[in-house]
């Protein structure tokens, strides 16, 4: 069965880096054509903040851009999202997701999802 698990997560102060990992488990891969990563703040709804597609376009959310990376392998087995300049706004629980579907978009959701990873920015 597919899975996806997120690493990464932890604690960082304020102005600083992570790095943020998401392997596809072993086995048969199903055919992906977009993956995204996706997070949750404390009380807040889950917001969808960046995306890539099989042509390794990028999309970001405006509260990450130019802060946040996003980037894969060409196999889909490793999705990475790396992150900086973090602010306490950042702080939650970061989800990494696929698709078959050739966009991911507010409208478009992921099929597969991870279980999340917790970002904790201390200011």
């Known amino acids: 069965q597919f899975h996806l698990v997120e690493s990464g997560g932890g604690l960082v102060q304020a102005g600083g880096s992570l790095r943020l990992s998401c392997a596809a488990s072993?086995?048969?891969?199903?055919?992906?054509?977009?993956m995204a990563w996706y997070r949750q703040a404390p009380g807040k709804q889950r917001e969808l903040i960046a995306s890539?597609?099989?042509?390794?376009?990028?999309q970001y959310a405006d509260s990450v851009k130019g802060r946040f990376t996003i980037s894969r392998d060409n196999g889909w087995n490793t999705l990475t999202l790396q992150m900086s300049t973090v602010k306490s706004e950042d702080t939650a629980v970061y989800y990494c997701?696929?698709?078959?579907?050739?966009?991911?978009?507010?409208?478009?959701?992921?099929?597969?999802w991870g279980q999340g990873t917790r970002v904790f920015v201390s200011s």
């Open positions: 072993t086995g048969i891969i199903p055919r992906i054509n977009a």
């Open positions: 890539i597609t099989n042509d390794g376009d990028t």
């Open positions: 997701a696929a698709a078959r579907s050739f966009l991911i978009t507010d409208e478009i959701q992921p099929i597969y």
